[in-house]
């Protein structure tokens, strides 16, 4: 059987962005928010968009999920894969690109306000509340670069 190969399964690329504060003590707080679907704890990401940069996707995409706006960094912090029920129930793997956003303000209204709820997180708290392991240490490994030294 050495001649057979397996397809592989194509993987789609998406951007989200790890939406971040700092409090009044320096210490850095994570917004997570609800998928869609599930219900479940995630951070902002979809599918590339037309004349946008990556980091300019995620940056959307965290507008209209959360409504929040800031600084993106340009260069990804860390990338993790999950499996994407599409709407025609096919089941595809995604390559998700993360982007740090040092949020500034967020709206009063956003498109998806009324779909989502939001909650800041201690770094370890949001490591913790999402399902994705390769997303929880992204997010731990992100904190500690951003602690007060």
Not at 41 to 48: A, H
Not at 53 to 71: D, F, N, T, Y
Not at 91 to 99: A, G, K, L
Not at 106 to 120: G, L, N, T, Y
Request: glycine share 8%.
């Amino acid at each position: 059987m050495s001649g057979l190969k397996k397809k592989a399964v194509p993987r789609r690329v998406q951007y989200a962005a790890l939406p971040f504060r700092r409090g009044a003590t320096s210490r850095v707080q994570v917004m997570l928010v609800t998928s869609r679907d599930t219900g479940r704890w995630i951070i902002p990401k979809g599918w590339p968009m037309r004349r946008k940069a990556p980091h300019a996707s995620a940056a959307r995409e965290a507008l209209e999920e959360a409504g929040v706006v800031g600084r993106v960094g340009r260069d990804p912090i860390g990338t993790y894969s999950y499996e994407k029920r599409l709407a025609g129930g096919s089941i595809v793997t995604c390559e998700v690109r993360v982007f740090s956003l040092e949020v500034k303000s967020q709206q009063q209204h956003w498109p998806e306000k009324e779909e989502r709820e939001f909650h800041w997180f201690s770094p370890s708290g949001a490591a913790n509340a999402v399902q994705e392991p390769a997303l929880g240490a992204i997010i731990r490994s992100f904190s500690k670069t951003q602690q007060p030294t």
